[in-house]
Nanobody, 124 residues
């Protein structure tokens, strides 16, 4: 049974940076398309970025383009979300999710495995 463990959330001032980590254990090649999602209070969960099994990256949210990047470590068991130039509007619980589909297309319903979420708060 694959599990995702997230870390790196916290409180940061506007304009600051955070790097979130999503560790997959055990690593499973067939479930290694990883998406980052977020949910702000009272709002629907939205996709942020996705990295496919091949390494191809898809941006789900125009609001983070140019500020957030997704990457995978050399061992392929950890996916990162680097968040720069953070804004108060980025405040949300951030989740990573995994699926067996080889690419990043489709809806959030195609991600069967989710992490517990990590809180990101951008505030002065």
């Amino acid at each position: 049974q694959l599990q995702l463990v997230e870390s790196g959330g916290g409180l940061v001032q506007p304009g600051g940076s955070l790097r979130l980590s999503c560790a997959m254990s055990p690593f499973r090649f067939g479930l290694s398309t990883i998406g980052w999602f977020r949910q702000a209070p009272g709002k629907e969960r939205e996709g942020v970025l996705c990295i496919a099994r091949s390494g191809t990256i898809t941006n789900y949210a125009d609001s983070v383009k140019g500020r957030f990047t997704i990457s995978r470590d050399g061992a392929r068991n950890t996916v990162f979300l680097q968040m720069n130039s953070l804004k108060p509007e980025d405040t949300a619980v951030y989740y990573c999710a995994a699926r067996g589909i080889a690419d990043c297309s489709g809806t959030t319903s195609t991600y069967p495995i989710w992490g517990q979420g990590t809180q990101v708060t951008v505030s002065s």
